[in-house]
């Protein structure tokens, strides 16, 4: 303490016991007009706080003669609050006076007022505000390092931290949810995670909180790593195209690996076609040769600290066109004309279309060029089957079908033989009308001659 800081305490002592011998009455300011605020108030250590003294009067003979701090520790012992290094007084003697600490400690815990030295009618004296407590708690800091830490699943992971100040310890996970028995604080120096496993893995914060302020918290991050349980590392999806192979390796980490199963199989629980190649103790290799649909395959993997599964996806690109669709088929002088709109090509060019029409003697097939959707076939049957196939590099799509009912295989041009099926018939619809007339003439005269003979026959009785 230096020798200015000396000469102003013990100045500040000589007024105030000048002060209190010149007391000889008590006119206290009432109530409600002397307070310091705030009430309560927490601070951190090293950090800074403040009183502040408000004082009014209805007395306007009153005069103020001084304004003092005072302190009362827990044990109710009372210190002056001299100016000084640490401690700040307004400088003027208004109705509002300040008291500021800086650089707080744990000696400055206790409860703060101010005291005002009035003169009123040549009498002094002396009025006390209500008491402000001050609470100083420590910078709640909290470290772990390092970030990344590895612990073994199925047994419990110690995390050595170094933590001050707070009131109490809290954990998150990557979730954000708190990890309420999850874990417990050893000391302030460390706290232990139970029983590890797989869903524990991931980036957590530590947080070291303050009841009286919450302001005062402090928290780290660190990452987890689970080792022992089974790990897959799995491609989630490939894309092939359609009728390739395929290969899937499923490559998995994880002590024990002496006991490591590893297998195969379909989500869809049908039989797993393909040829399982073990490349190593931690890698399985699966060659499906020829893909034709979407698979959904799983990855199993286990030891004696746990199992593990994943699922992958065999994609299959469709690159063979769709069937494209006729839209007419007639038969024209003696020939066959079909008409088709071109289909999908599922991103791969048409190659070709293949026309093929099947009679009840002869098959044509006809091979046209892609970019073509008209063709003409010689010759017409009843009943002609018509199918019109697209392809590409991927392959043949699926053929889309037509027939001819009845195909008139006469020549329109030939004049009466284009209609000779129609001359026969009438013919023999004449003929069949000629003979249901002849023979109900027949059966009419036969009816008469049967009459007349029997009217003979009854005259011949009679005579």
């Given at each position: 303490?230096?020798s200015t800081?000396?000469?102003?305490?013990?100045?500040f002592?000589l007024?105030i016991f000048?002060l209190?011998?010149?007391?000889v009455?008590?006119?206290?300011?009432?109530?409600?007009?002397?307070?310091?605020?705030?009430?309560t108030?927490?601070?951190?250590?090293?950090?800074?706080?403040s009183?502040?003294c408000?004082?009014s009067?209805?007395?306007?003979?009153?005069?103020?003669?001084?304004?003092?701090w005072e302190?009362?520790?827990?044990?109710?012992?009372?210190?002056y609050?001299?100016?000084?290094?640490?401690?700040?007084?307004s400088?003027a003697?208004?109705n509002?006076?300040?008291?500021t600490i800086t650089?707080?400690?744990?000696?400055d815990v206790?409860?703060y007022y101010?005291v005002?030295y009035?003169?009123i009618?040549n009498?002094?004296?002396?009025?006390?505000?209500?008491?402000?407590s001050?609470?100083?708690?420590e910078?709640a800091?909290?470290?772990?390092t390092?970030?990344?830490?590895?612990?073994?699943?199925?047994k419990?992971?110690l995390i050595?931290?170094?933590?001050?100040g707070?009131s109490?310890f809290?954990?998150?996970n990557?979730?954000g949810?708190?990890?309420?028995?999850?874990?417990?604080?050893?000391?302030?120096t460390a706290?232990?995670?139970?029983?590890?496993?797989?869903?524990?893995?991931?980036?957590?914060k530590a947080?070291?909180?303050?009841?009286?302020a919450?302001e005062?918290?402090a928290c780290?991050k660190?990452?987890?790593t689970v080792?022992?349980?089974p790990?897959?590392?799995?491609?989630?999806?490939?894309?092939?195209?359609?009728g390739?192979?395929?290969?899937?390796?499923?490559?998995?980490?994880?002590?024990?690996?002496d006991?490591l199963?590893?297998?195969?199989?379909?989500l869809?629980?049908?039989p797993?076609t393909g040829?399982?190649?073990?490349?190593?103790?931690?890698?399985?290799q699966?060659?499906i040769e020829?893909?034709?649909?979407?698979i959904?395959?799983q990855?199993?993997?286990?030891n004696?600290?746990?199992?593990?599964s994943?699922?992958?996806?065999?994609?299959?690109?469709?690159?063979?066109?769709?069937?494209?669709?006729?839209?007419?088929?007639?038969?024209?002088?003696?020939a066959?004309?079909?008409?088709w709109?071109a289909?999908h090509?599922?991103n791969?060019p048409l190659?070709?279309?293949?026309?093929?029409?099947?009679?009840?003697?002869n098959?044509v097939v006809q091979?046209?060029?892609?970019n073509?959707?008209?063709?003409?076939?010689?010759?017409?049957?009843d009943?002609?089957?018509?199918t019109?196939t697209a392809?590409?590099?991927?392959?043949?799509?699926?053929?889309?079908?037509?027939?001819i009912?009845?195909v008139?295989?006469v020549?329109k041009s030939?004049?009466?033989?284009?209609?000779?099926?129609q001359w026969?018939?009438?013919?023999?619809v004449?003929?069949?009308?000629l003979v249901?007339?002849?023979?109900?003439?027949?059966?009419?005269i036969?009816s008469?001659?049967?009459?007349?003979?029997?009217?003979?026959?009854s005259?011949?009785?009679?005579?």
């Amino acid at each position: 303490m230096d020798s200015t800081t000396v000469k102003t305490m013990n100045l500040f002592h000589l007024v105030i016991f000048s002060l209190h011998l010149l007391l000889v009455c008590n006119q206290p300011i009432p109530s409600g007009l002397l307070y310091t605020q705030p009430a309560t108030q927490t601070a951190v250590r090293g950090g800074n706080a403040s009183f502040t003294c408000y004082i009014s009067s209805n007395n306007n003979s009153r005069i103020m003669l001084a304004i003092a701090w005072e302190r009362v520790n827990d044990n109710d012992q009372v210190y002056y609050v001299f100016p000084g290094p640490r401690h700040f007084f307004s400088s003027a003697l208004t109705n509002t006076h300040t008291l500021t600490i800086t650089n707080l400690s744990l000696d400055d815990v206790g409860e703060y007022y101010c005291v005002v030295y009035t003169l009123i009618s040549n009498q002094t004296t002396e009025d006390y505000s209500n008491h402000s407590s001050l609470q100083v708690i420590e910078q709640a800091t909290i470290s772990i390092t390092p970030y990344n830490i590895e612990g073994v699943a199925g047994k419990n992971l110690l995390i050595n931290t170094v933590i001050s100040g707070g009131s109490y310890f809290a954990l998150q996970n990557w979730n954000g949810d708190l990890c309420f028995n999850k874990y417990s604080v050893l000391n302030r120096t460390a706290f232990v995670i139970y029983s590890l496993s797989r869903q524990d893995e991931g980036e957590y914060k530590a947080c070291v909180i303050t009841n009286l302020a919450p302001e005062n918290t402090a928290c780290t991050k660190f990452y987890i790593t689970v080792t022992g349980f089974p790990f897959i590392f799995l491609e989630p999806l490939k894309t092939v195209r359609y009728g390739s192979s395929c290969t899937m390796v499923c490559n998995v980490t994880g002590q024990p690996t002496d006991d490591l199963q590893v297998t195969w199989n379909r989500l869809d629980k049908r039989p797993l076609t393909g040829e399982v190649t073990q490349l190593s103790q931690t890698e399985l290799q699966l060659f499906i040769e020829t893909v034709t649909d979407t698979i959904h395959l799983q990855c199993i993997a286990s030891n004696s600290v746990g199992i593990n599964s994943m699922v992958t996806t065999v994609n299959v690109e469709r690159c063979i066109p769709d069937a494209p669709s006729i839209t007419s088929v007639s038969c024209n002088n003696n020939a066959i004309h079909i008409t088709w709109s071109a289909p999908h090509i599922n991103n791969t060019p048409l190659t070709s279309f293949i026309i093929q029409v099947v009679q009840r003697v002869n098959k044509v097939v006809q091979r046209v060029s892609s970019n073509t959707t008209s063709w003409e076939v010689n010759g017409c049957e009843d009943s002609s089957t018509v199918t019109v196939t697209a392809e590409n590099n991927c392959g043949t799509s699926v053929p889309a079908m037509s027939s001819i009912i009845y195909v008139n295989t006469v020549d329109k041009s030939d004049g009466f033989l284009a209609n000779v099926g129609q001359w026969v018939i009438l013919g023999m619809v004449v003929c069949f009308v000629l003979v249901t007339v002849a023979f109900a003439f027949t059966i009419c005269i036969s009816s008469r001659k049967m009459n007349q003979l029997k009217e003979q026959i009854s005259l011949q009785g009679q005579t």
